[in-house]
């Protein structure tokens, strides 16, 4: 069974950069879409961004969109969150999660479509 470990997490000051990491092992990396999601205290988890297996096809959230860039290695089973300009809304616990897709072109947003999840890495952006 695979297992997916996120890193990269931290403190910051409001405008700095952090880079999010999440390892896949165990299992074959190809034919996965990964998302990233997130959730801030006292909020529900949300969708903030997606790759599909391929590479080729990238969803982000609103609140993300044009800060945020998520990347693939297939080689080293590792998918990247860059996040650029971070705010105090950005606060909250990372988590990466994989998603079996047969199409190499789609992404889902839908948290309850993925099937394993990382454990999280805190996000914590100050004003």
């Known amino acids: 069974q695979a297992q997916l470990e996120e890193s990269g997490g931290g403190r910051v000051q409001a405008g700095a950069s952090l880079l999010l990491s999440c390892v896949v092992s165990?299992?074959?990396?190809?034919?996965?879409?990964i998302g990233w999601f997130r959730q801030g205290p006292g909020k529900e988890r949300e969708f903030v961004a997606g790759i599909s297996w391929s590479g080729t096809i990238f969803d982000y959230s609103d609140s993300v969109n044009g800060r945020f860039a998520i990347s693939r290695d297939n080689a080293k089973m590792t998918v990247y969150l860059q996040m650029n300009s971070l705010k105090p809304e950005d606060t909250g616990v990372y988590s990466c999660?994989?998603?079996?897709?047969?199409?190499?072109?789609?992404?889902?947003?839908?948290?309850?479509?993925?099937?394993?999840w990382g454990q999280g890495t805190q996000v914590t952006v100050s004003s």
């Open positions: 165990g299992e074959t990396f190809g034919n996965y879409a």
């Open positions: 999660a994989r998603v079996w897709q047969r199409s190499p072109w789609i992404v889902s947003r839908r948290s309850d479509d993925y099937e394993s």
